[in-house]
């Protein structure tokens, strides 16, 4: 039951006689209009999000109703397995009553997946669900804080403004938002199946015969002391711009960014020497290296294991400014027309034999 204003008086959350009490009337309020309990009301207080309190309950309902166990048990779940899930999804919350009648559509998906996959694969798929998503949630949420709240704050917008912002954001941001996702999915979902058919990646077991390649930024901790947060932030993005929009083939893909650092896997040691060569020689970023081994790799939630991703990185971390180093495997299936050079044998940490080790050279590539 929605409380009264009298009642959120009575119960200590607004002083008529503070320094803001007029804002935090309105707030209070819009907050009553959206259906807030007391409850919530207490908690966005404590945790100074009380401006976005109907924003909340537009994006998830109302409150909780229901524990996660009783959730899970709607959809044929036994109560381990739909915490465990939960928490797989990055929501792993105090216990108690966690979710409404909408979280229920979570664990009906994962219900139907049990049979196919079995339970620890489908939690494998959950924790990669949660991990994405929760990265796709943190880069919205802080664009929008950065590039939309701050300058309003700047100009001197309150509380009831930012929290209007956020609602008439979210409003039209969110449904939009979602149907590109899901188509989105789809196209990637059709890409990567067809990336692991020109791989010819056996469909028996989680493995691929690829070309793994690792390119860092030279010096990027010394370029942390001297460039300002924002000179800093640009050079991130414009290194990522360019590590995704060099891996477009349809064999090849960016596995993942790593701050100063980009992993990648190619079906060939050509489209895997393109890559290390356009951004070697990206005039707008700093000097880079280059690391790169074939062979077979386990596939897992999404990222690639196994000795050649160890050795790509061993041999990105012996590379000199503008330097791309191969394994005799990747220099052996590259063709004839690049110009690969080789360097002798190197002892590695990790490899009890020394490593055979070729240079490519972009400008004779």
Same mark, same amino acid.
């Given at each position: 039951?929605? %409380?009264?204003?009298?009642?959120?008086?009575?119960?200590?959350?607004?002083?008529?006689?503070?320094?803001?009490?007029?804002?935090?009337? /309105?707030?209070?309020?819009?907050?009553?209009?959206?259906?807030? *309990?007391?409850?919530?009301?207490?908690?966005?207080? @404590?945790?100074?999000?009380?401006?976005?309190?109907?924003?909340?309950?537009?994006?998830?309902?109302?409150?909780? $109703?229901?524990? /996660?166990?009783?959730? #899970?048990?709607? &959809?044929?779940?036994?109560?381990?397995?739909?915490?465990?899930?939960?928490?797989?999804?990055?929501?792993?919350?105090?216990?108690?009553?966690?979710?409404?009648?909408?979280?229920?559509?979570?664990?009906?998906?994962?219900?139907? &997946?049990?049979?196919?996959?079995?339970?620890?694969? $489908?939690?494998?798929? +959950?924790?990669?669900?949660?991990?994405?998503? +929760?990265?796709?949630?943190?880069?919205? &949420?802080?664009?929008?804080?950065?590039?939309?709240?701050?300058?309003?704050?700047?100009?001197?917008?309150?509380?009831?403004?930012?929290?209007?912002?956020?609602?008439?954001?979210?409003?039209?941001?969110?449904?939009?938002?979602?149907?590109?996702?899901?188509?989105?999915?789809?196209?990637?979902?059709?890409?990567?199946?067809?990336?692991?058919?020109?791989?010819?990646? %056996? *469909?028996?077991?989680?493995?691929?015969?690829?070309? /793994? #390649?690792? !390119?860092?930024?030279?010096?990027?901790?010394?370029?942390?002391?001297?460039? !300002?947060?924002?000179?800093?932030?640009?050079?991130?993005? *414009?290194?990522?711009?360019?590590?995704?929009?060099? !891996?477009?083939?349809?064999? $090849?893909?960016?596995?993942?960014?790593?701050?100063?650092?980009?992993?990648?896997?190619?079906?060939?040691?050509?489209?895997?020497?393109?890559?290390?060569? !356009?951004?070697?020689? @990206? %005039?707008?970023?700093?000097?880079?290296?280059?690391?790169?081994?074939? #062979?077979? &790799?386990?596939?897992?939630?999404?990222?690639?294991?196994?000795?050649?991703?160890?050795?790509? +990185?061993?041999?990105?971390? *012996?590379?000199?400014?503008?330097?791309?180093?191969? =394994?005799? /495997?990747?220099?052996?299936?590259?063709? =004839?027309?690049?110009?690969?050079?080789?360097?002798?044998?190197?002892?590695?940490?990790?490899?009890? =034999?020394?490593?055979?080790?070729? $240079?490519?050279?972009?400008?004779?590539?």
């Amino acid at each position: 039951m929605t %409380p009264s204003f009298d009642d959120l008086e009575a119960a200590g959350l607004f002083d008529p006689d503070a320094p803001d009490a007029e804002e935090r009337r /309105v707030l209070l309020e819009r907050a009553l209009a959206a259906g807030a *309990t007391t409850d919530m009301v207490r908690e966005a207080i @404590d945790e100074r999000w009380l401006h976005v309190v109907p924003t909340r309950l537009a994006m998830l309902g109302g409150s909780a $109703t229901m524990t /996660v166990e009783e959730a #899970g048990a709607r &959809v044929g779940l036994g109560a381990e397995i739909a915490r465990r899930l939960w928490d797989a999804v990055r929501l792993t919350g105090a216990g108690g009553l966690e979710c409404n009648e909408d979280d229920v559509a979570v664990f009906e998906f994962y219900a139907r &997946v049990i049979p196919v996959f079995g339970e620890e694969e $489908t939690l494998q798929v +959950a924790r990669v669900h949660g991990a994405a998503i +929760a990265m796709m949630a943190d880069a919205e &949420v802080a664009q929008v804080r950065s590039l939309v709240e701050a300058p309003q704050r700047v100009e001197g917008a309150d509380n009831v403004a930012v929290g209007e912002l956020w609602l008439g954001i979210t409003s039209e941001f969110f449904t939009l938002l979602e149907r590109a996702i899901v188509r989105l999915h789809r196209h990637h979902a059709m890409t990567t199946g067809r990336r692991y058919t020109l791989w010819g990646a %056996p *469909t028996e077991e989680a493995t691929a015969d690829v070309v /793994v #390649g690792f !390119a860092d930024l030279v010096g990027f901790t010394a370029l942390g002391h001297t460039l !300002a947060p924002r000179q800093l932030d640009s050079l991130l993005r *414009t290194f990522e711009a360019r590590a995704v929009g060099t !891996a477009t083939s349809a064999t $090849t893909r960016v596995v993942k960014l790593i701050g100063d650092e980009v992993m990648y896997v190619s079906g060939t040691a050509d489209e895997a020497l393109a890559i290390a060569h !356009a951004l070697v020689n @990206d %005039p707008d970023l700093p000097d880079l290296r280059v690391g790169m081994a074939a #062979g077979r &790799v386990v596939t897992r939630a999404g990222d690639v294991f196994g000795s050649p991703v160890n050795l790509a +990185a061993r041999l990105v971390a *012996t590379a000199q400014p503008g330097e791309i180093l191969l =394994d005799a /495997v990747a220099a052996e299936r590259a063709s =004839d027309a690049l110009a690969l050079e080789p360097r002798g044998a190197r002892d590695l940490p990790g490899f009890p =034999d020394p490593v055979v080790v070729y $240079t490519f050279n972009p400008g004779a590539g």
